[in-house]
């Protein structure tokens, strides 16, 4: 078991051995620390003693409260493909996780899918933004997964929460990267995979964050399969492997979410393999997988996100044939407001 998946098996563990509650306990004490250090700095923001950088174009954040595992990169497509209907020159910002060298899994799946949109990628992203803007000749900027990254001043913060969400607790005690206190920065908020969940859990969740910040716009949405494709194949529609016997892998913060999509499709899962978040699948591992593959029956369909694919590009494995899914950013409820928030705050910028 890596150190990951033995952490969120503490975390998420209610169990009364002693070990764990210990474990649990000590990592409660390192989270009173690091709360202490993400409040002050948020304090030192706040107070204007740490500076953010301004650039000349509106910037949207969009970001998390938790680790991972929102769906956030199907919200910043949503987002820029909505802006770029504005004739509005796009460009994403993001920090580059999980990728040594060149771009990484978000910016690739980003790329296949906006190919208008450029995506920088650097720590410095005030110096990124600088780029975009005198050498893209960008009017927007997105910045992915900003929430946390003060150093660059933006003009609309739009944070996402999984709304089956269930250790709300500070890390490393949960997957909190700062307080909820700190969705009064934002200026709405997407509560994601609300479809997985009760009209009763979406209303306590609601009720809660509007406690922080009342009349703060809330919008639900989630995560809709759109089609299977294979590597140069025709596009299945999603319901294609209902009732049908399949293998599944996927690379993300949160599996188990793959996992509830496949199953809501009707797909019968033989067997599902895990890797860690932005996961470099390398020669030996596509190797270990066309192996695990072949053990299974002839012609089982091995199904995976779009996400791991844009790291493999290949149709199939261990002569099983390769599908990934994928997925739209369906806002149900709250997308006309969320619009409108875009026209005020960058759309209005540039037709005044």
């Avoid at 005198?134 to 003009?155: K, P, Y």
């Amino acid at each position: 078991m890596s150190i990951v998946a033995a952490w969120k098996n503490l975390v998420e563990n209610k169990s009364a051995n002693p070990l764990a509650l210990a474990g649990n306990a000590f990592l409660g004490l390192l989270g009173l620390l690091y709360r202490l250090v993400t409040s002050c700095r948020n304090w030192l923001y706040d107070k204007k003693i740490l500076s953010s950088a301004s650039v000349d174009v509106p910037v949207v954040s969009i970001g998390n409260l938790t680790l991972g595992g929102t769906g956030k990169t199907p919200c910043v497509e949503w987002i820029a493909k909505y802006l770029r209907e504005q004739d509005l020159m796009v460009a994403i910002l993001s920090r580059g996780y999980g990728s040594d060298s060149g771009p990484n899994d978000e910016a690739l799946l980003l790329e296949e899918n906006l190919p208008d949109v450029p995506h920088l990628q650097g720590r410095n992203r005030a110096a990124v933004a600088r780029t975009a803007i005198e050498e893209l000749e960008s009017q927007v900027l997105i910045l992915d997964d900003g929430f946390q990254h003060r150093r660059l001043a933006r003009d609309l913060n739009i944070v996402l929460f999984d709304a089956s969400q269930k250790a709300v607790r500070i890390f490393p005690r949960g997957y909190l990267r700062e307080a909820l206190a700190g969705i009064r920065r934002a200026d709405a908020l997407i509560l994601t995979h609300a479809d997985r969940v009760s009209e009763l859990s979406l209303k306590s969740w609601r009720e809660l964050f509007q406690k922080y910040k009342p009349g703060l716009p809330v919008s639900l949405a989630r995560h809709a399969p759109a089609i299977w494709q294979q590597e140069g194949a025709e596009a299945l529609p999603p319901e294609c492997f209902r009732g049908h016997k399949a293998l599944a892998f996927c690379g993300l913060a949160n599996p188990e979410s793959f996992r509830k999509t496949l199953e809501a499709l009707g797909v019968e899962i033989q067997d599902f393999r895990t890797y860690p978040d932005h996961f470099n699948f390398r020669s030996t591992d596509v190797k270990s997988l066309g192996e695990w593959a072949s053990s299974f029956p002839a012609g089982m369909p091995v199904l995976t996100t779009q996400k791991d694919f844009v790291k493999l590009r290949i149709s199939n494995l261990g002569l099983r044939p390769l599908y990934y899914l994928r997925i739209e950013f369906d806002i149900f409820e709250g997308a006309a407001e969320l619009r409108q928030l875009l026209r005020d705050k960058v759309v209005a910028r540039y037709t005044e």
